[in-house]
Structure formats: structure tokens, C-alpha cells
């Protein structure tokens, strides 16, 4: 699973520690080519709960995902994937919803009336393992029903915010009515999981390295794979053991 956070026209001024999760409209529309052109099968994120990791037509799967219900989402990404013929799954935060530089509840009704998925990114975009167990509830619970409320359908999916999950955050998500949560750790997705992994799409993510991601490439999950296990739980550790860290470096990265 492809993971967006934010398009951008070409030449639009971006502050320097947004620029990275903000991918130009040219860019995406070459990932859109390269994702056809590769024969994949597109698939919407909860549809690879049923899937296997290669269909029965011999296509390999593969879904496109955007967090955080940015207006971007409506204005670029969702007429781009109509005329491309691509579905996708959208990851909204209920409480930004009909904000400023948000989408708006029509434009969703819209988007998922043409194909597209509404899923939840929690009510408010917060660390959901820093939160109490009502806390982590309520966020939970509140998303998913003012989803279905306003659209219609199920919710089956979370997307936690930052890609942060407690212990008791899977529980919590089940206890609620998800099916699974969706990761941003950088991994294959694998069907039938609890966890379904996304690899992050970045403003330097090459078309090349879209083309290896949709290929399954050992070489390019391989490096992931290293770089995750050499830099994840020494980060883990360390935020754990200072948590105003996590503040600090989501401030330069996030």
C-alpha cells in the first residue's frame, strides 16, 4: 500500500519541515502511470482484508491510501484518480472536517459516491498511545460513527495518526468495530493481518522507487526492512524513556 499525506501544485511555497509529505501534482500524476502501467490490480485498503497477495487473474494487488483529509485530497488527488480509473482509500480526522484547508463532508459524499473509501484517522490528530484508555475510546468510537453517519456504509479501518500504537490500541480499535489498523512502518502489506503495513510516499520518493514498491522488490523492502530494524526500537526506547522527545522530533519531522 502507497501512503500520501498531502499533493501540491508544482510551484507552491512549502515551510521546510512540511516539504517532505507534500508530493507535487506532476509527480503523482507519473505514480499514477507507473501504477497503471505496471498491470496491478487496484484495490481499495479494506479490500485487502479479503485478498490474497496475488489474485487469481495472476495481478499483484496494490491500493493507494491519504491521511488527513487535506482539501488537497478533493482538489488534486480525487480528480487525478477518476480520470486515471484508479480507486482510493481516504484516512480522515472527523474534527477537521468542514475546516479550513480540509476536505468537507459533500465533497467525501461525492468522493466515495465515484468509488473512493472514507476510512478513520481517529476524531482528532493525536497520539493515540499517549492516551487513556477512554480517551483512546472516545477518539476511536467518535470517528467511525460520524462517518458512517454522514456517508453511509462501514468503517472498518484505522489509521493511526503519526503511525503511533500503544499496546492496547488494536484492542481498542476491535472493541470499537475496526477490522485492522493500517501502519505507516514501510512493509508489504499482508492480507488477513490485524496490521495492514504502508510504505510512505515522500516529495523525493523517485518513479523508480514507486515502480520497485508495486513490483514487491526484495531489494528495495530489503533496505526498509534494515533501516526499520536498526533505527525503530533504539527510537522506541528512547521516547519511551524521554517523552518530550516525541514531541520534539515530530516538530522537525512531522
Given at each position: 500500500m502507497l501512503n500520501y499525506h498531502g499533493l501540491t501544485p508544482y510551484d507552491t511555497p512549502l515551510r521546510a519541515k512540511d516539504a517532505r509529505f507534500w508530493v507535487s501534482e506532476n509527480s503523482f500524476l507519473e505514480h499514477l502511470r507507473r501504477f497503471v502501467g505496471c498491470g496491478c490490480q487496484a484495490l481499495l485498503a479494506e479490500d485487502l482484508l479479503r485478498a490474497s497477495s496475488d489474485q487469481a487473474n495472476g495481478a499483484p494487488a496494490a491500493a493507494l491510501t491519504f491521511d488527513d483529509g487535506r482539501a488537497c485530497d478533493y482538489e488534486i488527488a480525487y480528480p487525478m484518480l477518476v480520470a486515471a480509473g484508479l480507486p482510493?482509500?481516504?484516512?480522515?480526522?472527523?474534527?477537521?472536517?468542514?475546516?479550513?484547508?480540509?476536505?468537507?463532508?459533500?465533497?467525501?459524499?461525492?468522493?466515495?459516491?465515484?468509488?473512493?473509501?472514507?476510512?478513520?484517522?481517529?476524531?482528532?490528530?493525536?497520539?493515540l498511545a499517549r492516551l487513556t484508555a477512554k480517551q483512546l475510546d472516545d477518539q476511536l468510537r467518535r470517528s467511525k460513527a460520524?462517518?458512517?453517519?454522514?456517508l453511509g456504509g462501514e468503517v472498518t479501518l484505522l489509521a493511526p495518526p503519526y503511525g503511533s500504537r500503544g499496546a492496547n490500541t488494536l484492542t481498542a480499535a476491535r472493541r470499537a468495530g475496526y477490522r485492522a489498523l493500517c501502519s505507516s512502518g514501510?512493509?508489504?502489506?499482508?492480507?488477513?493481518?490485524?496490521?495492514?503495513?504502508?510504505?510512505?510516499?515522500?516529495?523525493?520518493?523517485?518513479?523508480?522507487?514507486?515502480?520497485?514498491?508495486?513490483?514487491?522488490?526484495?531489494?528495495?523492502?530489503?533496505?526498509?526492512?534494515?533501516?526499520?530494524?536498526?533505527?525503530?526500537?533504539?527510537?522506541?526506547?528512547?521516547?519511551?524513556?524521554?517523552?518530550?522527545?516525541?514531541?520534539?522530533?515530530?516538530?522537525?519531522?512531522e
Amino acid at each position: 500500500m502507497l501512503n500520501y499525506h498531502g499533493l501540491t501544485p508544482y510551484d507552491t511555497p512549502l515551510r521546510a519541515k512540511d516539504a517532505r509529505f507534500w508530493v507535487s501534482e506532476n509527480s503523482f500524476l507519473e505514480h499514477l502511470r507507473r501504477f497503471v502501467g505496471c498491470g496491478c490490480q487496484a484495490l481499495l485498503a479494506e479490500d485487502l482484508l479479503r485478498a490474497s497477495s496475488d489474485q487469481a487473474n495472476g495481478a499483484p494487488a496494490a491500493a493507494l491510501t491519504f491521511d488527513d483529509g487535506r482539501a488537497c485530497d478533493y482538489e488534486i488527488a480525487y480528480p487525478m484518480l477518476v480520470a486515471a480509473g484508479l480507486p482510493a482509500t481516504f484516512f480522515v480526522n472527523t474534527a477537521t472536517i468542514d475546516t479550513p484547508g480540509h476536505v468537507t463532508w459533500s465533497q467525501l459524499r461525492e468522493m466515495r459516491r465515484a468509488g473512493m473509501s472514507v476510512q478513520s484517522h481517529s476524531h482528532e490528530h493525536t497520539d493515540l498511545a499517549r492516551l487513556t484508555a477512554k480517551q483512546l475510546d472516545d477518539q476511536l468510537r467518535r470517528s467511525k460513527a460520524e462517518i458512517e453517519d454522514h456517508l453511509g456504509g462501514e468503517v472498518t479501518l484505522l489509521a493511526p495518526p503519526y503511525g503511533s500504537r500503544g499496546a492496547n490500541t488494536l484492542t481498542a480499535a476491535r472493541r470499537a468495530g475496526y477490522r485492522a489498523l493500517c501502519s505507516s512502518g514501510g512493509g508489504l502489506a499482508r492480507s488477513s493481518c490485524a496490521v495492514l503495513d504502508r510504505v510512505c510516499i515522500y516529495s523525493d520518493t523517485t518513479s523508480a522507487q514507486v515502480s520497485a514498491i508495486l513490483r514487491k522488490s526484495p531489494a528495495f523492502f530489503g533496505k526498509k526492512a534494515c533501516r526499520s530494524a536498526l533505527l525503530g526500537l533504539p527510537k522506541q526506547i528512547a521516547f519511551s524513556l524521554f517523552p518530550g522527545w516525541v514531541d520534539s522530533w515530530r516538530n522537525r519531522h512531522e
